[in-house]
């Protein structure tokens, strides 16, 4: 049997075309409607990394602060054990009546104190601070230098003066014999106040109307407070 359409070709055209725009609104809702979630989305992410990026901003605020305080706090302890170490180092010379009394205390009969003196080495000076150097590397020195605290400038430039050499006692007398002299030179060499004993010469004393020996001793100190291989402690009155 043969399907007759009597509806003319101008109404089937019609019809597909409508279906194509309703497929068309469709599409174009579907695709409107999945722009407007993913703004929508992008709205909760923009405002959420707002909201992160405010609590960061605090927190980097906050970490500013805290490093900023804490840069002060090591500038001014920096200035300080600069300063400690300045008045310890200027303690550190051992007091001249303690090496008197040790000298004099070891004493045996028969020794004979003439002459006792204590010194620094002739070559130990104080440098002067000199021109600031016109060098690129010498001035960008004397600039860290310059930023270091005055106590701890100071205190290099004394290390630099009387570290190097030790203080020196020099010991002259008279022994009625060589066994009580060495006696004593070895009592001195038991004391922890020296570092070096050294006898230096012995000879016969040459007036007639005395007998013994005439002798002399060289004793150098060991380092003070605050200087190399100097006491970790300091009892401060």
């Not at 609104?25 to 923009?46: D, E, H, M, N």
Request: aromatic letters at 6%; a neutral charge.
């Amino acid at each position: 049997m043969t399907s007759i359409d009597f509806l003319p070709a101008r109404y089937h055209e019609r019809t597909a075309q409508r279906k194509t725009n309703v497929w068309r609104l469709a599409v174009l809702a579907i695709f409107t409607s999945l722009v407007g979630f993913a703004a929508v989305g992008q709205i909760a992410v923009r405002r959420q990394a707002e909201a992160q990026l405010v609590a960061v901003g605090k927190q980097y605020d906050e970490v500013a602060a805290a490093n900023a305080c804490l840069a002060d706090l090591q500038s001014r302890l920096r200035a300080a054990r600069a300063n400690a170490e300045m008045v310890t180092y200027l303690r550190h010379p051992w007091p001249r009546t303690q090496i008197l009394a040790l000298v004099a205390g070891a004493l045996p009969e028969g020794v004979t104190l003439t002459k006792s003196t204590v010194h620094q080495s002739e070559t130990t000076a104080l440098k002067l601070p000199t021109a600031i150097p016109q060098g690129p590397e010498q001035a960008a020195s004397a600039a860290a230098d310059a930023a270091k605290p005055a106590a701890e400038r100071d205190l290099c430039r004394l290390r630099e003066a009387f570290d190097a050499e030790p203080v020196i006692v020099t010991l002259e007398g008279t022994s009625r014999d060589e066994p009580s002299l060495h006696a004593y030179v070895c009592t001195l060499a038991q004391a922890e106040l020296f570092s070096n004993v050294d006898l230096r010469s012995v000879e016969r004393l040459r007036d007639e109307s005395a007998t013994g020996f005439g002798f002399n001793v060289r004793l150098a100190l060991r380092p003070g407070y605050g200087q190399p291989e100097g006491p970790e402690t300091l009892e401060l009155p």
